[in-house]
C-alpha cells in the first residue's frame, strides 16, 4: 500500500474533490491533500483558511492529512516519502492537462506515478470556479460543496 498526495487548490474544496478523497483514502495506506500556495491567482480564501476547511471535513477520516505546500509538487512528495500523485478525472476535458501534467511530473522525477481516480458521475460537472460563481451570483450552492463551509463562502463573498 502507498502514500499518495492529492494536490490542488482547493478555493473552495468541492463535494466532488471530498468524494476522491474518501474514496482513495481506502485504497491508499495514507492520503497527503496538499493545497497549493499560489500568490500569483486570484483565491478566495488563504491558504491557512483551505487547509483549515478541508481538515475540518477530512476529520473523519484518520489516515487523510492536510498539508500546504508551494514550490514543486515533486519536492512535496519527497519531503513526505509519497510515491503516488492522486488526480480526479472529470471529464475527458480535463484529459489533456492531466497528461501533460502526468508526463511532466513524471520527467521530473520517474519515480512517481500519477493515479487517476474518476469522479462520481453526478459530479462531474463541478469545479471551485462554477461553486464560486454561483455563490457570487447569489445563488444556491447546496449540495456542491460540505456543508460546514458555506457560511465561510457566503461570508467571504459578501466581504470582497
Ligand atoms: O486545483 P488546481 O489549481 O487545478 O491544482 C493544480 C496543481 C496544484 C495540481 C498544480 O498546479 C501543481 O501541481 N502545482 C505545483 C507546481 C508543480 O509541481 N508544477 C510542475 C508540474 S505541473
Known amino acids: 500500500m502507498k502514500k499518495a498526495i492529492f494536490p490542488g487548490s482547493f478555493d473552495p474544496i468541492t463535494n466532488g474533490h471530498l468524494d476522491v478523497i474518501k474514496r482513495s483514502s481506502r485504497v491508499f495506506e ?3 491533500v496538499g493545497v497549493l500556495v499560489n500568490p500569483e491567482k486570484n483565491s478566495l480564501f488563504t491558504v491557512d483558511e483551505r487547509v483549515e476547511q478541508i481538515k475540518n471535513v477530512v476529520k473523519h477520516l484518520s489516515n487523510v492529512k492536510v498539508k500546504k505546500f508551494s514550490g514543486l509538487l515533486i519536492e512535496l512528495m519527497n ?3 509519497a510515491e503516488v500523485i492522486l488526480k480526479g478525472l472529470r471529464s475527458i476535458s480535463d484529459f489533456e492537462y492531466e497528461f501533460q ?3 511532466l511530473n513524471n520527467k521530473l522525477d520517474p519515480s512517481k506515478e500519477t493515479v487517476f481516480m474518476m469522479t462520481k458521475a453526478k459530479y ?3 469545479s471551485s470556479s462554477s461553486v464560486k460563481q454561483v455563490a457570487m451570483l447569489g445563488g444556491c450552492i447546496k449540495g456542491l460543496v460540505p456543508e460546514e463551509i458555506i457560511p465561510d463562502i457566503i461570508k467571504k463573498i459578501n466581504s470582497k
Open 101 to 103: 501534467m502526468a508526463s
Open 30 to 32: 495514507e492520503l497527503i
Open 79 to 81: 519531503k513526505e516519502g
Open 124 to 126: 462531474s460537472y463541478l
